[in-house]
Every structure is written in structure tokens, then in C-alpha cells.
């Protein structure tokens, strides 16, 4: 198994800057990929962003050129620094591993931080 903790969400006015976090311990070994997602009031959880272990980036179409994810695999931590914040971009960020596992790829999530964006 995986766990996650988050950290670096809060209140912030559109324009201004966050980088959230996210430690993994646990079966480490087992982690392919790692991203993070956002559940927005009334739509599905999207991608925002994710990175493999070979640092391959991926974003969604809405924040490209804002937010930067990388990640520390010394510290087995992801982190997402992220721009330019619009208040569209409020809602609660999730962190995201893909792990390999015998049955196949297996996603474990972290609790979730509260990202607000005033206008």
C-alpha cells in the first residue's frame, strides 16, 4: 500500500501563487506515475496534471503555462507550484500514484487540501 499526505492548499486572491504537496511512504517501489487531480462544485474530477517516474509531464489543456508539477524522488514527494491562479481554479486538489501491482496499474489518493481563489 501507499500513503499520501497533502499540504500547501489555502486562500489565495486570482493572480497569486500556491504549491501543494505530496508525500508518499509505503510501497514505494510499486509507484509508476504520479499526479494530481481537482474536484470542482457540480463537475467530475479531472486530471490536472502528472509526471512518471521517467519525468514525463502531462497537463490539462486549462493550466498549462500556470502550473509547474515535478517531483523529489529522493523525498519521494510530488509538488505542484501553481500560477497565475484564476478563481475557476478553486475546488479540492487531490494527490494521485499509480502503482503496479499484480492484477495491474492500481491508483491510491490522498485526503485532498482546499484550493480558494478569490476574485
Known amino acids: 500500500q501507499v500513503q499520501l499526505v497533502e499540504s500547501g492548499g489555502g486562500l489565495v486572491q486570482a493572480g497569486g501563487s500556491l504549491r501543494l504537496s505530496c508525500a508518499a511512504s509505503?510501497?514505494?517501489?510499486?509507484?509508476?506515475?504520479m499526479g494530481w487531480h481537482r474536484q470542482i462544485p457540480g463537475k467530475q474530477r479531472e486530471l490536472v496534471a502528472s509526471?512518471?517516474?521517467?519525468?514525463?509531464?502531462n497537463y490539462a489543456d486549462s493550466v498549462k503555462g500556470r502550473f509547474t508539477i515535478s517531483r523529489d524522488n529522493a523525498k519521494n514527494t510530488v509538488y505542484l507550484q501553481m500560477n497565475s491562479l484564476e478563481p475557476e481554479d478553486s475546488g479540492v486538489y487531490y494527490c494521485?500514484?499509480?502503482?503496479?501491482?499484480?492484477?495491474?496499474?492500481?491508483?491510491?489518493w490522498g485526503q485532498g487540501t482546499q484550493v480558494t481563489v478569490s476574485s
Open positions: 509526471i512518471t517516474n521517467g519525468g514525463s509531464t
Open positions: 509505503g510501497s514505494i517501489s510499486s509507484i509508476r506515475a
Open positions: 494521485n500514484v499509480m502503482t503496479l501491482r499484480s492484477i495491474g496499474l492500481y491508483p491510491y
